[in-house]
Each structure stands twice: as structure tokens, then as C-alpha cells.
């Protein structure tokens, strides 16, 4: 197992609950589990980890998040060797936030709007930022991972 | 309930020990515990062991019987893991059972080895700390994940990178006499300023060193103290331990820490104390915004107040609350599973006047400990107090 976990994350383990979700969010119909009194939570989840009720219903998730924190990771873990510099952002998506990497901006910039622009498409990201989300791939071994791309407003 | 006292505390040099097996680092502190606590191996009735990535690290699960052979203890042995608060639960859980009555000698402490993996591998094993499935493979290190907290509490409360220097600034002041230190080598607000990036806003400076180590601490009954004369001035009058969402993401706030808000106040209440009757800390300071965010949940500084601290003075060591005399996790060195009861092993000697930073708190009579997991979904909080 830990030989499992050195070398491709667990990327070969099937993870039921999980793997559907991150499907449906490729197919651009990402959902999020909602109690009736409105706490989100992500799959798989047989009670809401809130409140504790086990009345959970799928809700699609807004077109549209804000992103409320990020980062530019420079020192990646091995599965992101060849994706570093990278951005990192948490983003808001109606009852839930979504953690993933930004693409379409330029992580040299480190956020700064005066240090983009390396790539005249790319901007500087920032907190606030309004992006879509959808399913990427890793530069480093092709494993999917949650993405988000910013959006004119 | 009895009253529970630190009778004796052993460390190993904190460092890069490659070649040093985990159990060779914990015969060594164990060893300098029961020297120092006057203790006989024979009394330990039971072992509370912290350790966190041993099977990534050393390919070795199982810890607690080999730990318990290393230290020379037969006794119901127990291996403790909540990532980077390894060894603040065992010891919470020692506190908790000399307190009920349960056995008069508990060992506690934790091992991590570390520096015989290369970066990457030390990076991908303390990312298993967080979520794997909607962290990790989010890109989310170790060091992301406090620098999307910086972030959020630049958003929240302003401040900056300059405040944070301030941080790794005093830490590495601090450690230069530790004689247990990993670095002993002062650096400038301008050179913590200057170092390369690691997870932006986070630079070299602002994260705490890989690291191999021990801790070990015996803790007796008040009775026990009594009965066979130990010398044992230090006791432990409070324990609260907090839990949090795991994922950063499922927090209601970005820009605290709640597990550690419920794991001081329930720690202060258990000991009868409030924020002000504090004297000194030692703080799971990570990384630098890790200690601003710690100061704020132990009621230290206001929320959006503790970014200034370290520079206006407060938490340095001629400030009005000293934090992180011995260096803390940033200087000191930071072998994850044995982090927390080198905290205690900390403020146990800084109370009793033979820290080398004991000067600055020669009046003091209360410390706390601050150990936190991941990004704070486990904490625990011990109070000591000068009890003689």
C-alpha cells in the first residue's frame, strides 16, 4: 500500500461516490449534497457533516464561483513535479467551495497584476476573481484534477 | 482526579539524522527522560507513542511495541497519530490517565523521521495530512495550505509578508542558545524577506524545517511525586483537544482556527485559567502565519490583531508574552509525530529555570501548548503551572 501511495497517489483505486462526482463535473454537470437545511458537502457523504441528516439530495452547482483564496505552490509534491509553478485556489460555488488549480493565469505573476503578463492571454489571479470550474488534467502524469478557469464578468 | 506532574522530559538534538533509525532517536530521548525524571523504567505502566508518516518514511507501521522495546518498558503500549498533533494527543491522553486514577507512570513523546526521504517524498508524505481526495489532488501541499489560510487572512485582516518575517525573525533569535535546535543561526525581517518562495505568500523563511527527532516526557501522580521524592515541580492542570472539518474548503472560515479556539478553552477551563494568567507559550508555528493564527485561538491577540504581534514586540522574548522561547517548530525543527511533547518538554524546563531561555521568564508560573494537525483540524492545548 505505501509503495501504492509513493508511486501513483492511489490513482488506481476506485473510489465510489468520488469518481462519479468528478465525472458528472467533467460532463460539466457538477453537483454538490445538500440538506434540506442547506448545507453543502461534496460525495460520497451518507449524512450531512454539518447537522447530521441523512436526508441528502444533489443540487447542480452555480455556472459560475468566486474564488476566495489561492496560492502559487512552487515546491509541488511528486504527482505535480512538471505542473509547479502552479495555482491553488479555494473557490465558492453556491452551497459548497471547491478546491483546485486555476488554469489560464499566469502563476510567475504570483498574484501580482504588475508581474503578469508573461503570456498576454494569461492574467494575475485574485481573490475575488470570478471562475467556471470543470476537470483538467495533471502535466505530470495525466491524473485528473478539478480546474478552474476565469471568466469575464 | 489526582494531580498530574512532569517528572521528566528528554529530547534528541532536532536535526537532519538520516542515517538514524526512528527507534535509535527514541531509546535516546526515552533515555534522557528517565535520567532526568529520576524514575525507574520499571514503574511505567503504560506507553503513549506519537508518530505520523513511519510507514511512508521508514516502511514501518506498528510503531509502539518497537518504541516500547527501545525505551526499555514492558507495558500496554499505544501508537498515536493526528498528523502533526502525534504527540500532543498521546500526551493528552497520558495527562488523562494519571488523572483518573489509571496508573501512576505514564511515558508519552513521538518520533518522526524525515531527511532520509528527499523533498518531494517528504512533501508528498506530510500532504497525506490533508484530504486526498479533494485537497491533495488539487495540487494542496503542506505549504499551500497554510498559504491559502495567509491569504485569506491578508484579505480578512490585512497585513503581510513583512509581519510574517517578523515571525521567523524572532523564532530563529529565539533558538539560537537551544542547544536541541536544528538551526541556531539568526535571520533578518530582510532576509526572510528576500528568500525564494515556497507556496506564495509563503517563502523559505516562513516554513519550518524537515526534521528527525524524539521527545519523551514522564508523567506521574502527585502521590507518585510524593511518595518516592521526585523533584518533579511542574504539573499539568489543563488538557483540551478541538476538532475541525478536514478540508480547508469545508471550514466556515478561512482565516481561523476554531479546533484550536475549543481545544484552549477547553484546556483553560480544566485548569481554572484565563488568556491573561498566561506567562509564556510554545505554538505549532509550521509556518509563520501558523503562530499568528495560534496566538489569536489562545486569546493572546484579537482576531486580525495577531499579525502584528511578533513585530510590535509582544511575543518576543523580552515581550510582555513570550512565544516560542525554544525557537518553535521554525527554528527548532519540526519531527512532526514528535512536535508536541517537545512543546511540553519546552515549557516544562522554561518554568523550572533550566531552559537557557529561562532568563526572560524568570517570574513565570503558567505556560501553555499550542500543537495543531494539518491545517488545524486536530488540536490540543495543555496548560502547565509551577506547582511548588
Known sequence: MTDEIATDGGASTVNAGYDEWIDALAEGAGYALVCPDGHGSLPPRRVCPECGSSSLSEEALPDRGEIETFTVVHVPSPRFADDAPYVTAV??????????????????????????????????????????????????????????????? | MTGVRVAGVGL??????????????????????????????????????????????????HQAPLMAEAAGVRCPATRYESACASAGVAVREAVRTVAAGDADVVLAGGMERMTNLDTEGATEGLAIAADDLFEVRAGVTFPGAYALMANAYFEAHGGGREELAHVASKNHENALPNEYAQFRKAVSVEEALAAPPVAEPLHLYDACPITDGASALVFVSEEYAADNDLD????????????????????????????????????????????????????????????????????????????????????????????????????????????????????????????PNSDHVADADVGVAHNAGGTVASAVVHVLEVAE
Open chain 2, 12 to 61: 534528541t538534538r532536532f536535526g537532519s539524522h538520516p542515517e538514524r533509525t526512528g527507534r535509535d532517536l527514541f531509546a535516546e530521548a526515552s533515555e534522557r527522560a528517565f535520567t532526568d525524571a529520576g524514575v525507574d523504567r520499571d514503574a511505567v505502566e503504560e506507553l503513549n507513542y506519537g508518530n505520523f508518516m513511519g510507514a511512508l518514511a521508514e516502511h514501518q507501521g
Open chain 2, 232 to 355: 518533579a515541580p511542574v504539573a499539568v492542570t489543563g488538557t483540551g483537544q478541538g476538532t475541525d472539518r478536514m478540508a480547508l474548503a469545508d471550514r466556515a472560515d478561512l482565516a481561523s482556527t476554531p479546533a484550536a479556539d475549543d481545544a484552549a478553552a477547553a484546556a483553560y477551563d480544566d485548569a481554572g485559567i484565563g488568556p491573561a494568567d498566561v506567562d509564556l507559550a510554545e505554538v505549532h508555528d509550521c509556518f509563520t502565519i501558523a503562530e499568528v493564527l495560534a496566538i489569536e485561538s489562545l486569546g493572546f491577540a484579537e482576531p486580525g490583531d495577531g499579525i502584528a504581534a511578533a513585530r510590535d514586540g509582544l511575543t518576543t522574548a523580552d515581550g510582555d508574552l513570550p512565544v516560542n522561547l525554544s525557537g518553535g517548530l521554525k527554528a527548532k525543527g519540526h519531527p512532526v509525530g514528535a512536535t508536541g511533547g517537545s512543546q511540553i518538554a519546552e515549557v516544562t524546563r522554561l518554568l523550572r529555570g533550566d531552559h
Open chain 1, 91 to 153: 473557490a465558492r460555488f453556491g452551497p459548497v467551495r471547491l478546491t483546485g488549480i486555476v488554469r489560464g493565469v499566469d502563476p510567475e505573476s504570483g498574484g501580482d497584476e504588475e508581474r503578469a503578463g508573461s503570456d498576454a492571454d494569461d492574467e494575475a489571479v485574485e481573490v475575488g476573481t470570478t471562475v467556471e470550474v470543470g476537470v483538467g488534467e495533471r502535466e505530470t502524469d495525466g491524473g485528473r484534477i478539478v480546474a478552474f478557469r476565469p471568466v469575464e464578468t
